[in-house]
């Protein structure tokens, strides 16, 4: 399996896209050294795992959301693309904040309000 799935004997020196996960507290207070690594292409933020790393039983306690506009401000400040998970709520919230993109949904799979985030988000991004 992994010799017919991996792409990276094919053309190793192709482009690939390195995204790091921020979900700890380490990872904040590391944002900019990460993201001062050569080839990291972009940031995730895990809201969920963030939380619980830090102690929180909900991505919405506020010092969550500090750690969250902590990275994003930093990714925006070097120019490197930001995403994070959020819902329906939240998406146009998020991408006007300035994360260029967002995923819709949980480990689990997608939730009943992907459809309508979709949407949303397309608007916000002025891709109606």
Same mark, same amino acid.
């Given at each position: 399996y992994h010799t017919r799935a991996d792409v990276w004997p094919h053309d190793p020196n192709g482009e690939l896209l390195a995204i790091m996960f921020i979900e700890s507290p380490e990872g904040v207070e590391n944002i900019e050294e990460i993201i001062s690594v050569p080839g990291v292409g972009g940031i995730f933020i895990g809201p969920s795992d963030l939380s619980t790393s830090m102690g929180y039983t909900s991505s919405r306690a506020p010092e969550v959301e500090e750690a969250?506009?902590?990275?994003? /401000?930093?990714?925006?400040?070097h120019d490197?693309?930001?995403a994070i998970t959020t819902n329906a709520g939240s998406v146009q919230q998020?991408?006007?904040?300035g994360f260029r993109f967002v995923t819709v949904g949980a480990d689990g799979g997608l939730s009943a309000g992907a459809s309508r985030a979709l /949407?949303?988000?397309r608007e916000a991004a002025g891709q109606n």
């Open positions: 969250i506009q902590t990275v994003l /401000s930093s990714c925006l400040e490197v693309p930001c998020r991408i006007e904040e /949407s949303i988000g």
